[in-house]
């Protein structure tokens, strides 16, 4: 069990999926920036398409999603995503290879499968993509056979799936109800369709979760035996996100709780013969993620933890994120606008950040730390203000420190949010915009 | 008799296996129109308007380059669907390559028979497959290969797909064919030049793959030897 040290969780920090994070984007950053950033694309890159729509919308969600109610809605919008993968692609070197193309959303598979493979088309096609590996985020509840047929016939090869709990008091009260037969049936589809990698997204400190509950959930997602796992921990913030206004916020588990809740789901997955991955992923020992973990090679980015090393991600669609050596870019999120942008010939690009050589380094350093890899400060400048606390988290034994290499620790895990957010120079104020640590 | 029950591609279009009474309201919206060598059927970008099946010849489908040139991006043969049903924009230009004919449906009239027809809408996903499959083959083709790859699989995939009409067995591909198109246009299509084309397939005569008995006609000789050179 990892020690517990309350004053160190009480703070929110941010999930550092980039560095600097999205709360430091501005608008003085845009199309402009864009278009240069990919017109000097220098080496792979991979895509990342957004459908920012689902079948129907969770109330705990907190992603850029609406309802797939209208096909008209839908229609345009994949038309205008049409018309962005053209000028995106038009605007790339020739003979940039593509690495990776991956759907998320919301649920791609809220648009038809017909549209799906149109688009795949379009991508390989204007991107003149040659042998990428794909992936695809997929609602259980909309995954009908011909679905995973398309996905198989498509060639996808990771798939996955929103899992969240398997309980149904706590399904009904988050607002996904999904019967566990549901996921058994799209996992057995998924395998029968032959995509060989499956990913579930599970979450603890759910209103009213129980321990029992939590373990129930694990047990049951072993038992299907997914490649990988991503157990995130809910993140109650109404006045964000309005739609969590529904969810009843007296029942929540407090943080004892959520850490206790973390560190057993860690204990049950690894002992099942999970590897753990980042601070909340966790992995099979043969599959890429683990063994990226292993060599040292692990990524953080827009998705979670990966394998890729493509140095240049390339975000499609309303509010996705592109993300460049040395800057950030963020599409136009509302769909309606994102639609005018694109459709007349503008990149979709409204706000990001540009990363100095210092935002770089730090860049760096937190990944490691993320990544529960040793991270280098020996060139670190701004190491003199962070004795203090690297040394107070040293003498708890969650940070091993030899005044240049910082090493983790059997107990780093639950931590390295906090840590990392120590080589934050923009989190000097506590923001209420992100979620606890743990 | 309707033009449906004489027509040569049908068993293989994506009309086949419709009962008689669907077909008798499809041949109803149907039109047959040829199209001479270089013409043009639909613009990219333009509304799309129609949809289409190949009786005959073979079409090339196109889209515009930044820098204004056009990339080859799929070739389509006898038996194959062309433009996109529910779709409001066409994405790609389709033009003939040589004289062509081609069964026409208003796009709004087809999408209304494919709503109220499942099947014909399932086989149309089915055909969005293949046609995503050639794409990724043609990418292959275009991203990778060198020069003699790139034309050993070229001529390989023609002599999938030229199999001659009406022949009792179609899956098997045609030793004898006749190429619809110039060395210039198999350069822009490969993204060679036409000395490199011209080298190439002289090469292929000289080491025995292939017999080039005309420009336009290909025999090919050793369909193993060029099943392996196309790597």
Redesign the interface.
């Known amino acids: 069990m990892w020690p517990y040290f309350p004053d160190l969780l009480d703070r929110a920090v941010p999930r550092y999926t980039s560095f600097p994070t999205a709360a430091e984007f501005h608008g003085g950053v845009g199309a402009n920036d864009q278009a240069a950033a990919i017109a000097a694309v220098d080496g792979p890159a991979s895509l990342y398409l957004h459908i920012p729509y689902c079948r129907q919308i969770c109330w705990y969600c907190g992603c850029n999603t609406g309802a797939a109610n209208k096909a008209e809605r839908l229609?345009?919008y994949l038309?205008a995503l049409?018309a962005e993968v053209?000028l995106v692609a038009?605007?790339m070197p020739k003979g940039t290879g593509i690495a990776r193309i991956a759907f998320g959303g919301g649920s791609p598979n809220a648009i038809s499968?017909?549209?799906f493979?149109?688009l795949?088309?379009?991508v390989?096609?204007?991107f003149?993509?040659?042998?990428p590996e794909l992936s695809v985020e997929l609602d259980p509840r909309d995954l009908t056979g011909?679905w995973a047929n398309?996905l198989g016939?498509?060639r996808i090869t990771h798939a996955s799936l929103g899992v969240q709990t398997f309980s149904p008091d706590l399904q009904a009260r988050i607002g996904r109800v999904q019967p566990a037969g549901m996921i058994v049936d799209a996992v057995a589809n998924l395998r029968t369709a032959g995509v060989g990698s499956i990913n579930f997204d599970l979450m603890y400190g759910l209103p009213g979760q129980s321990m029992a509950e939590l373990l129930d959930s694990l047990d049951a997602t072993i038992t299907l035996a997914p490649e990988r796992i991503a157990l995130f921990g809910y993140a109650h913030v109404p006045q964000l996100m309005p739609r969590q206004r529904r969810i009843d916020a007296s029942s929540l588990p407090d943080q004892a709780m959520r850490f206790a809740m973390a560190a057993c789901g860690h204990d049950r997955l690894t002992a099942a013969g999970y590897v753990a991955v980042g601070f909340d992923h966790f992995a099979l020992p043969h599959d890429p993620l683990a063994l990226a973990s292993k060599a040292g090679v692990l990524r953080r980015n827009f998705q979670g933890f990966t394998d890729d090393q493509a140095e240049y991600l390339i975000g499609l669609g309303a509010s996705a994120i592109s993300c460049f050596p040395d800057r950030i870019i963020q599409n136009e999120k509302g769909p309606g606008a994102y639609r005018m942008r694109v459709s007349q010939g503008l990149m979709a690009g409204v706000r990001g950040v540009r990363r100095s050589r210092d935002d770089r380094e730090r860049a760096m350093l937190i990944e490691d730390i993320l990544c529960l890899r040793p991270a280098d400060l020996s060139l670190f400048v701004g190491l003199n203000e962070l004795g203090v606390a690297l040394s107070d988290l040293c003498a708890r034994g969650i940070i091993r420190w030899d005044g240049e290499i910082l090493s983790p620790t059997p107990s780093t895990r639950p931590y390295a949010r906090v840590i990392a957010a120590l080589f934050d120079p923009y989190r000097a104020t506590v923001p209420e915009r992100f979620s606890n640590a743990i | 008799m309707t033009s449906c029950d004489t027509c040569i591609v049908r068993n293989r279009s994506i009309c086949a296996g419709l009962g008689s009474e669907e077909l008798a309201v499809l041949n109803r919206i149907a039109r047959t129109r040829s199209i001479s060598a270089g013409q043009t059927l639909m613009w990219e970008g333009e509304d799309s308007l129609l949809v289409a099946n190949v009786i005959e010849g073979v079409l090339k489908l196109s889209?515009g380059?930044?820098d204004g040139r056009e990339q080859i991006?799929?070739i389509v043969y006898p038996s194959d669907f062309i433009g996109?049903p529910?779709?409001?924009?066409s994405?790609q230009t389709v033009t003939a390559l040589t004289d062509a004919r081609v069964c026409t449906f208003a796009r709004s009239a087809f999408d209304a028979f494919a709503r109220d027809h499942p099947e014909l809408?399932h086989k149309?996903?089915q055909r969005?497959?293949i046609?995503?499959d050639r794409?990724?083959h043609?990418?292959?083709l275009?991203?990778?290969k060198s020069a003699t790859e790139k034309i050993a699989t070229f001529l390989l995939e023609m002599s999938d797909r030229l199999v001659p009409q009406g022949c009792d067995q179609p899956d098997a591909p045609a030793d004898s064919f006749t190429l619809p198109f110039g060395r210039q246009q198999i350069a822009d299509i490969l993204g060679l030049t036409i000395e490199t084309v011209s080298r190439q397939l002289t090469k292929l005569r000289a080491e025995g793959y292939v017999e080039l008995p005309s420009r336009r006609d290909i025999t090919i000789i050793d369909r193993g030897g060029l099943t392996a050179l196309a790597g």
């Open positions: 229609q345009s038309d049409d053209d038009a605007a499968p017909l549209a493979v149109r795949l088309d379009r390989f096609v204007r003149a993509a040659n042998a011909e398309v016939a498509s | 889209t380059t930044s991006v799929g996109r529910f779709g409001q924009r994405l809408e149309l996903l969005t497959l046609e995503l794409a990724r043609w990418m292959l275009l991203g990778r």
